[in-house]
């Protein structure tokens, strides 16, 4: 057996989504002339509330271009040091946007108002960098799948209010946070002067994120995109995957978080773990405890058929997703009961 849980990312389109492709309406989107992508961008906006979505090849892409939108060289902006804007975008920030971070120690990649509150550098006090922007990430990817409490985000918001920063949200998993907490996208929408989501982790697509933000915004975001090399031709065909997995695939993630819990009360249970961290979405990220060497473990697990990740810092990854069986599932089970009975 064979079982990849090293991300959510690792997922082929489902026999619906290819038949939904295949069958997709297509056009030049660099002339906005791609029905489908036009159609994904209208629904999805609608969905949140925002006034306009542009249709990106990443959620990297989407995130740097939001970025560049809301900031000028020079400027700081704020997040948690989990960040993947900060850890995965390849310096993208200073490369792309000439802006520093200012990152905060949150909770498994969650901050607060009070922690911003006390980064953010007086619009007066010239010889520090101006602060311009606040960007949060919902759930929390190097966090382990966290989920933020809307009632801090409103607070936040608030706080960017105060003192003229502009607050973008980082959901690439934001469709896993709705599902636990059962919030409306349009909540999301009301609060966030941009919103990235992606639609290749859970929701089980190949490739696509969009960016939501105000007309104007993607006014800008259209010519940013372009000058990032993200302009593409007939994306309709991957703008259909997305569209049918708004429609099909969404209501699945519950069912990856069901399976990350079981995963964690195994592990939690096994005498060669020190530690779970808690499980909230479709993450699971553990450490060993320090007899056991974690690239040991994960080539042992290797040979049984079981893919994860590293995170370093002594900790490891899985992350549960809609191609990982009900058959697959039973065998990582055992086989994590059966090495802890062996040891
Ligand atoms: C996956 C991810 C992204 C986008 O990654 P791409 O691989 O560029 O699509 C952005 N933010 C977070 C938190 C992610 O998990």
Redesign the pocket.
């Known amino acids: 057996m064979q079982v990849n849980l090293i991300s959510d990312t690792v997922t082929k389109p489902s026999k619906g989504m290819l038949e939904a492709m295949f069958s997709a309406a297509v056009g030049d989107d660099v002339f906005k002339e791609d029905p489908s992508v036009n159609a994904l961008e209208e629904e999805v906006a609608a969905l949140f509330g925002m006034e306009a979505a542009l249709f990106f090849p990443?959620?990297?892409m989407a995130?740097q271009t939001a970025i560049k939108l809301h900031t000028q060289p020079g400027e700081q902006l704020i997040c948690d040091h989990y960040s993947?804007i900060y850890h995965y975008e390849g310096g993208g920030v200073s490369f792309n946007s000439g802006v520093s971070c200012r990152l905060l120690e949150g909770d498994r990649g969650r901050i607060n108002a009070s922690q911003i509150a006390e980064a953010i550098n007086p619009a007066d006090f010239y010889h520090s960098p101006k602060t311009t922007l606040v960007s949060l990430?919902n759930t929390t990817?190097k966090g382990g799948g966290a989920v933020y409490d809307f009632k801090e985000i409103l607070k936040i918001k608030t706080l960017c209010e105060e003192h003229h920063l502009a607050l973008h949200l980082?959901g690439?998993?934001l469709w896993n946070a709705l599902e636990v907490t059962k919030e409306q996208p349009k909540e999301y929408g009301a609060v966030f002067d941009s919103i990235s989501v992606?639609f290749?982790?859970g929701l089980g697509c190949p490739v696509g994120?969009l960016l939501l933000s105000s007309k104007e915004g993607i006014n800008k975001a259209l010519r940013f995109r372009k000058v990032f090399g993200g302009g593409m031709r007939q994306s309709g065909y991957l703008a259909a995957a997305a569209r049918y997995a708004l429609k099909h695939h969404r209501k699945d993630l519950r069912k990856d978080h069901l399976r990350a819990s079981e995963l964690a009360s195994v592990l939690q249970q096994s005498n060669f773990v020190a530690r779970v961290e808690p499980v909230e979405t479709n993450i699971v990220i553990f450490a060993l405890k320090s007899e056991f060497g974690e690239q040991d473990f994960i080539q042992r697990m290797k040979a049984l058929g079981i893919l994860m990740i590293a995170l370093g810092r002594g900790k490891l990854r899985l992350v549960t997703h809609r191609d990982y069986t009900d058959e697959q599932h039973q065998y990582v089970l055992t086989t994590l009961t059966k090495l802890n009975t062996n040891d």
Do not use: F
């Open positions: 990443s959620g990297t995130n993947h990430e990817n980082d690439a998993r992606c290749s982790k994120s």
